[in-house]
């Protein structure tokens, strides 16, 4: 329970804030490459099976990532608003 609120005293100032919108932006870069990597980048380069396949997985892997960053960004914000 102390680390949480540690860990939520770092968001609450300007600097934090600031933090807070990084993670928000970078969360939504990852979203966009992830995107890219699944659905345009392997019919674009015309990847064999194994090629497409491995390209699609790291486009899930990144998407996954930035879903989640996201989701840790909203909780911040929200616990801060509480």
């Known amino acids: ?45 015309e990847l064999s099976g194994v090629q497409d396949v491995i390209m699609r997985l790291m486009g899930i892997f990144v998407l996954a990532c930035g879903f989640a960053i996201n989701y840790l960004a909203k909780k911040i914000k929200y616990e801060l608003t509480v």
């Not at 979203?31 to 345009?40: D, E, F, R």
């Open 1 to 45: 329970m102390k680390a949480e609120n540690n860990f939520l005293q770092m968001f609450n100032n300007n600097k934090g804030k600031q933090r807070l919108a990084i993670m928000q932006l970078v969360g939504d870069g990852l979203l966009v490459c992830g995107l890219v990597l699944v659905l345009s980048f392997p019919h674009l380069l």
